[in-house]
């Protein structure tokens, strides 16, 4: 079957921003929905449930007392980064039950931001994630979540207690802040069109 194209005005074919898809990953209550949420230039997408008895004792919430929901698939946003560029944002759930949707998420995914609390019981929660990020292929930068209560570590530190090379970028953030939460995606771009050019 042929379509006539007759009349079709030129703009109809030009070309929109190239689309990227990356994950944004970590451990439970790191704040991969609460980053989304900040960034996110439309209503983003979420699966939060509220915890219940029967997930406090699967999931430690000795560190996050106050969370009262958690992700149960994925969370969605998007951001336009220029007019040649637009991310499309996965949240992964942090929770080991769900890795098994890491599979589908990061399909098509060209890297991920992985936040991490640099708290030293909380930052080695992150090794899980990391090696789920290894195991997929894909490029990623470090996000340094500093909560407000929380003592600032050097990003030298969290890096060599990580043990992630000296290429992949460690960057502090609060995923509370737009601009900071942006700021540690655009440093994950940077990084991905890097390795890619």
């Known amino acids: 079957m042929s379509v006539d194209t007759a009349g079709t005005s030129p703009a109809a074919h030009a070309p929109g921003p190239a689309p990227v898809k990356v994950l944004i990953v970590g451990p439970f209550g790191v704040g991969k929905t609460t980053c989304i949420g900040s960034i996110s230039e439309i209503?983003?997408?979420?699966?939060?449930e509220r915890i219940t008895s029967l997930s406090a004792a699967t999931d430690d919430l000795s560190s996050t007392p106050h969370k009262t929901t958690t992700t149960v698939a994925m969370d969605f946003g998007r951001l336009t980064l220029s007019d040649e560029l637009v991310l499309y944002m996965f949240g992964t759930p942090g929770q080991q039950r769900f890795?098994?949707?890491?599979e589908e998420?990061?399909?098509?995914?060209?890297?991920a931001l992985v936040l991490?609390?640099?708290?030293p019981e909380r930052l080695k929660q992150s090794f899980d994630v990391l090696d789920l990020v290894e195991q997929f292929g894909l490029t990623y930068a470090i996000g340094v979540n500093y909560f407000d209560e929380r003592r600032l570590f050097p990003l030298s530190e969290v890096r060599e207690a990580l043990?992630?090379?000296q290429e992949t970028p460690v960057v502090a953030c609060d995923v509370r802040d737009r601009n900071s939460a942006g700021q540690a995606l655009i440093t994950l771009v940077q990084h991905l069109l890097t390795r890619l050019g």
Do not use: H, Y
């Not at 890795?99 to 890491?102: D, G, I, R």
């Not at 998420?105 to 890297?111: E, F, I, V």
């Open 99 to 102: 890795k098994e949707l890491w």
């Open 105 to 111: 998420l990061a399909r098509g995914a060209l890297g």
């Open 116 to 119: 991490v609390d640099p708290e």
């Open 163 to 165: 043990n992630v090379s």
């Open 43 to 48: 209503e983003p997408l979420t699966t939060e």
